[in-house]
């Protein structure tokens, strides 16, 4: 099932929403609010934001992989098999027939704080920011769409701050500025869960069209109009679209900000000057707080999924692979069968040069569950051996929200956590006819089995 916006998406979820009648402030309380409930897995709706009446707020919209499930119309069990065939497929956008997110306009507006519900979410954060803003642009040499999420910084005024550290838009702007040339994109908040998991796949430089890839997602496509002020297209269906131009040459300090790596960051970032803003009418703003359970489940979609695809093509046994909650991608475990050591040290040292955000993986058994953080300590702790077992790769490009490497150089570690020949390295178990019996009894008493 296919979502067309994300009002249907929500109206779809039921009990799954947290409808909030408090009032709350757009300065930190309402992102202390969805961070309070993030652990629940449910969605939050909150209906009365001060100073924006008639405004909402949605807010951890993929915070379990329940929801993620919902939002691509698959079973959970199924989540990764079916993001990874699906994000393989394409389906071209179409032109749409009404522009929802054009009901209402603003021209070059003066004060864009004032129209929007922009949230400041810790307690050293600089500004407010936008911190899922799906941010649209054209290359100005090959004319290839490019879009992603990447936080900006409320300047005031007309401006924003915009953190580019990724490509393809990084690259889209070093092209518009050897020309000395702005970068026009436009900026959609509030779309369809599918089409913001789109936004975040890894392409490539010569990848495919993501608004392709994000129709594949969605099981229908995309629906494009015309911006008003830029000459790009954006969906149809989004809450908001914010028009502008990163500006040539222009660097300010952009910060600090609580990021997904739990930690504060500031940088030297490009400006966007917002020429408009375009929004539907009562519209649905989105929040995604960091270092919380909706980005997990984004960073564990995008780039666990992709980076597990990679090394089955390339490792024998390669079985399963998790992103470690909280760790901004940091960290993983990889789960093999029947893989000799020599292999799974091959294979570490694969893993970590592939994903360059990666710098700490664990590879176990099988009989271990990578997304269990007690199977994983226990396999560490007694099929791992530090001496033997650990290998380091220095000299790696460092990741700039990385605070250890302060965005220059680092290093790497891998741990090997698979069994060696012998009965001692088996991980003991019951009968699987007494663990039936045991939940069965246990569902006749209403109790859940962990």
């Known amino acids: 099932m296919s979502y067309r916006d994300l009002r249907a998406f929500l109206g779809s979820l039921g009990d799954d929403v947290l409808h909030v009648a408090a009032p709350l402030q757009a300065q930190h309380e309402i992102a202390a609010l969805l961070r309070e409930v993030a652990p629940t897995g449910r969605v939050v709706l909150c209906e009365n934001v001060m100073g924006h009446p008639g405004i909402r707020i949605a807010g951890n919209l993929l915070a379990s992989r329940h929801l993620a499930a919902r939002a691509l119309g698959v079973d959970a069990d199924r989540l990764f098999e079916a993001y990874a065939e699906r994000g393989a497929g394409r389906i071209a956008p179409i032109k749409a027939s009404e522009v929802p997110v054009q009901d209402v ?13 922009l949230l400041t979410h810790h307690a050293d954060d600089g500004a407010p920011f936008l911190t899922c803003g799906m941010v649209l642009a054209r290359d100005p040499v090959t004319g290839m769409r490019g879009m992603g999420v990447h936080r900006m ?27 000395g040339k702005p970068l026009e994109v436009a900026i959609a908040l509030g779309v369809d869960p599918a089409m913001l998991l789109a936004s975040i796949v890894k392409t490539g430089p010569q990848g495919p069209d993501k608004m392709d890839v994000a129709g594949s997602l969605r099981g229908a496509p995309v629906e494009l109009a015309s911006a008003l002020s830029v000459d790009l297209d954006i969906p149809a269906r989004a809450e908001v679209i914010i028009e502008g131009r990163v500006l040539p040459g222009v660097r ?31 519209f ?48 993983a475990v990889i789960a093999v069968r029947d ?16 994903d360059r955000r990666l710098k700490v993986l664990t590879v176990v058994d099988d009989d271990v569950d990578p997304r269990n953080p007690r199977e994983v300590a226990w ?32 290093s790497k570690i891998g741990f090997v956590a698979t069994r060696a020949a012998g009965r001692q390295f088996d991980k003991i178990g019951l009968p699987p006819a007494a663990v039936a019996k045991a939940r069965a009894v246990l569902a006749e008493l209403g109790c859940v089995s962990g």
């Open 284 to 331: 649905i703003f989105p929040a995604l707080v960091p270092w919380t359970a909706d980005v997990d489940t984004l960073l564990a979609l995008a780039g666990g999924a992709e980076l597990l695809r990679q090394l089955q093509a390339q490792v024998r046994g390669v079985v399963d692979l998790e992103l470690v909650p909280g760790t901004s991608s940091f960290a």
């Open 379 to 410: 396999a560490m702790s007694t099929r791992f051996q530090p001496a033997r077992d650990t290998i380091i790769v220095d000299g790696c490009e460092g990741y700039i929200i990385d605070p250890s490497s302060s965005g220059s150089t680092g």
């Open 153 to 179: 910084m409320y300047k005031g005024g007309r401006r924003f701050g915009i953190l580019l550290a990724n490509p393809p838009l990084s690259l889209f702007l070093g092209n518009a500025e050897r020309d």
């Open 105 to 117: 306009v603003h021209r070059e507006p003066a004060d864009v704080g004032a129209l929007l519900p």
């Open 252 to 282: 300010e300090p952009e910060g600090p900000f609580g990021e997904n790596t739990g930690a504060y960051f500031t940088n030297q970032s490009p400006v966007i000057e917002v020429s408009a803003v375009t929004h539907r009418r009562d």
């Open 339 to 354: 893989c000799p050591r020599h292999e799974v040290r091959r294979l570490i040292h694969l893993a970590l040069n592939l």
